[in-house]
C-alpha cells in the first residue's frame, strides 16, 4: 500500500512538473511571427503580396537586436509599416487588434503584480 501511495505521488509530480516546464516555454521569433501573420490574415483577409511584405517586415525587425528604451520605438515604426501596406478598411481593423492587444498585455501585467 505504502509502496502504490509513492508511486503514484512520483507520478503526479512527474506530470506536474512537465506540465509546469511546457506553460514556460516561449516562442521563437520566427513562431511569434507566423501566429501574428496568421491572425492578421484571418481578421484582414490580407493578400498574397501584403503577407510576403509584412512577413519581410517583421524578418528585418526580428533580426535587428533594441536596447530596451529603443524597442517601443521600433516596435512603433513597425506597426505604422504595416498599416501602410493595407486598405483603409483593413487599417481600422488592424488599430482594433493592436488596441485589444494592448489592453490584454496591461491586463496581464496586472494580474502578475497581484500574484
Known amino acids: 500500500m505504502k509502496r502504490m501511495f509513492l508511486v503514484m505521488a512520483i507520478a503526479i509530480v512527474t506530470v506536474?512538473?512537465?506540465?509546469?516546464?511546457?506553460?514556460n516555454r516561449q516562442m521563437t521569433a520566427q513562431q511569434r511571427t507566423?501566429?501574428?501573420?496568421?491572425?492578421?490574415?484571418?481578421?484582414?483577409?490580407?493578400?498574397?503580396?501584403?503577407?510576403t511584405k509584412i512577413r519581410e517586415l517583421y524578418a528585418d525587425f526580428n533580426k535587428q537586436k533594441y536596447p530596451r528604451e529603443k524597442r517601443r520605438e521600433a516596435m512603433a515604426k513597425l506597426t505604422a509599416d504595416i498599416s501602410l501596406l493595407l486598405t483603409a478598411e483593413q487599417q481600422t481593423i488592424y488599430k482594433q487588434m493592436m488596441?485589444?492587444?494592448?489592453?490584454?498585455?496591461?491586463?496581464g501585467r496586472r494580474d502578475k503584480v497581484k500574484e
Open 99 to 107: 488596441e485589444q492587444a494592448i489592453a490584454e498585455m496591461k491586463k
Open 34 to 51: 507566423e501566429q501574428r501573420i496568421k491572425q492578421m490574415n484571418e481578421k484582414l483577409n490580407l493578400t498574397d503580396e501584403q503577407e
Open 16 to 23: 506536474v512538473q512537465v506540465s509546469a516546464q511546457d506553460g
